[in-house]
């Protein structure tokens, strides 16, 4: 079964794309390492006959008219941006 | 009445002087922004206010809505729109946001003026507003503690009284144990209930809007405002709304309350503990019945939210990254670069551990051993809740097992702040709506600290827990005591 040192703070945060300095992936590691612990009580329950709840209310498919309406402009969509040039968001370069 | 004493008031007896011309909007507003000026640099209750819009909206005002004139403070997490809405995060200073949530909108069409954004734990991740990435909250009755959280800032502004009323949002807690904490009303409605619709996301099957009030009635006017379908919003549920107001005063009598064995557990403050055990005694002996219930997966109920709740925040905040809106790091190598440390930059430490946990649980290997199990056992949890709701109008128990605590005392262990959630938690997971009024006080070192009642109804039953809860406060006093801070104030 899973133990607790199967987590990998520091090839975690790479997933999450989240850099952490030396000292968080080691404190993390370790109060993480109590929560999963702690989590490992769910391993006692019978969930076999269980289906899984994503939520809690009887909605499931959510249709409606496909009908324009006003929505933000380009302008108001652009107001937050850290950078922007020419009505677009600019991005860190991906191809070289 | 003279001007300088209406912060005391609570909302229904504001709007009834707006109503009738013995005060106006404007000068509403401009007693409760000096009011905040004296008060908040000793609790820290906002992180911003916009009195000039607030001002503009006074003036064209209509006081013959439910809530006309009246000021409404909002948790920074909700979208006012041309207003800052940073989740007291680094990652969102400056952001201002481009429209009104829903709640705003409805609140607006009910004649009601947000007024003023208030402090929370950092995207609402935490218990005591310690998580802001801007600064601590006091508690107004002990200012070397926490108010509670995250909605603490909405909490203490009412329990000081520098708000009439506020907008909080919860994911496990987040709106009723700061309201016990602080010794205010705090309503979480039902899962589908109101609009998250421009409200920042932190865990979507869970997050929902409510409010912090000073009596049971005021949280029933809010509600009246904000209820319903949002045709922008998926989970928002398409029923109806009854007027929350009109059963109020009624009484116990025949009401059947539900006292769970699970929730006996060690850890409960004996001051807490008997404060309860009083209350239940006192609506006996009002005429309620008190039947003994059982929800046997209570004890699994913070692993599950813990696992939940931080899966869907990882997936939630991977928006945050440094392109549309918030922080960006400067000068990056590469995208990779980009995107970890504007996200190191950005995020304070307990948002940064609850996404390394959610992505984890998320990841290849490990997302039937932790997500898909702890769903299946949220359902049985959601089971316990519907069982139990066959026997009983309303389940009573503490809102939290502690009265505030000190600031810094609990920041070095998450777990144990997780472990705060106990009573609360287990409702966002059922998707059931509940209440905190105040029971009692505690007393520690020579301070009077409120205790917090819960009462939790079965989904869209916010009527039901709403009219028991208004009959236990307006039969006792507690809803009366002020806060020293606000006890600075006249009496109304």
């Not at chain 2, 009624?250 to 557990?265: N, P, Q, T």
């Not at chain 2, 696992?307 to 997936?315: P, Q, V, W």
């Not at chain 2, 869209?460 to 104030?489: C, V």
């Amino acid at each position: 079964m899973l133990k607790p040192s199967d987590l990998d703070v520091a090839y975690v945060a790479r997933l999450a794309r989240l850099n952490l300095t030396d000292a968080e992936t080691e404190l993390f590691q370790r109060q993480l390492g109590d929560v999963l612990k702690y989590a490992d009580k769910l391993r006692a329950v019978d969930v076999s006959h269980v289906e899984a709840a994503a939520h809690t209310i009887p909605i499931f498919n959510v249709f409606r008219e496909d009908e324009r309406r006003d929505w933000l402009t380009a302008e108001q969509a652009l107001s937050n941006a850290p950078r922007q040039a020419n009505g677009l968001f600019i991005v860190t370069k991906v191809v070289e | 009445m003279t001007g300088k004493d209406l912060p005391a008031l609570n909302i229904a007896d504001l709007q009834s002087l707006l109503r009738h011309r013995e005060v106006s909007p404007r000068e509403v507003l401009d007693v409760l922004q000096a009011r905040i000026e004296s008060v908040d640099g000793k609790i820290d209750a906002y992180l911003s206010i916009d009195f000039e819009a607030a001002a503009k909206e006074a003036e064209k005002a209509n006081v013959d809505l439910p809530l006309g004139g009246v000021p409404i403070a909002i948790k920074d997490i909700i979208s006012v729109s041309g207003e800052s809405c940073t989740c007291a995060s680094k990652i969102l200073r400056g952001y201002l946001a481009p429209y009104d949530a829903t709640v705003i909108r409805k609140l607006r069409a009910a004649g009601a003026i947000p007024f003023g954004k208030t402090n929370m734990d950092e995207f609402a991740m935490g218990s005591s507003t310690e998580n802001s990435g801007v600064k601590l909250t006091r508690n107004p009755w002990d200012l070397s503690r926490v108010p509670g959280g995250s909605s603490g800032g909405s909490a203490a502004a009412v329990a000081a009284d520098e708000a009439f009323g506020g907008l909080g949002t919860e994911t496990g807690g987040s709106i009723r144990q700061p309201a016990a904490l602080s010794g205010v009303v705090g309503l979480k409605p039902s899962y589908g209930r109101v609009s998250r619709f421009g409200v920042v996301a932190f865990a979507s099957s869970l997050d929902q809007v409510g409010t912090l009030t000073k009596t049971v009635r005021d949280s029933a006017m809010i509600m009246n405002a904000i209820a319903g379908h949002d045709p922008q919003e998926t989970t928002s549920l398409n029923e109806p709304v009854p007027d929350y107001t009109e059963e109020l005063g009624k009484d116990l009598r025949g009401a059947r309350l539900g006292l769970a064995k699970e929730y006996m557990i060690e850890g409960i403050d004996p001051q807490v503990k008997t404060a309860i055990d009083a209350a239940v005694k006192h609506m006996d002996s009002l005429g309620a019945e008190i039947i003994d219930v059982s929800l046997p997966h209570t004890d699994y109920a913070i692993a599950v939210y813990y696992i939940l709740a931080t899966a869907e925040a990882s997936a939630n905040l991977a928006r945050f990254d440094g392109v549309r809106y918030g922080h960006r790091a400067e000068h990056p190598r590469d995208l990779l670069d980009h995107y970890g440390r504007t996200r190191e930059e950005g995020f304070g430490p307990e948002v940064k551990r609850r996404i390394i946990l959610g992505t984890y649980v998320l990841s290849s290997g490990y997302y039937d051993a932790y997500y898909l199990r702890a769903q299946k056992v949220r359902e049985l949890i959601r089971q316990d809740f519907a069982k139990a709701f066959e026997k009983v109008d309303a389940l009573i128990s503490p809102t939290s097992p502690v009265p505030a605590f000190k600031l810094g005392e609990r920041t070095d262990d998450p777990l144990q702040m997780y472990l705060a959630d106990i009573f609360t938690s287990p409702a966002n997971l059922a998707g059931i709506c509940g209440i905190s009024v105040p029971c009692g006080f505690a007393d520690v070192d020579g301070h009077r600290l409120p205790i917090g009642l819960q009462l939790l109804g079965k989904a869209l039953d916010e009527a039901r827990i709403l009219q028991i809860a208004h009959a236990y406060e307006q039969s006792t006093d507690w809803h009366k005591a002020r806060s020293p801070i606000a006890a600075t104030l006249p009496n109304a």
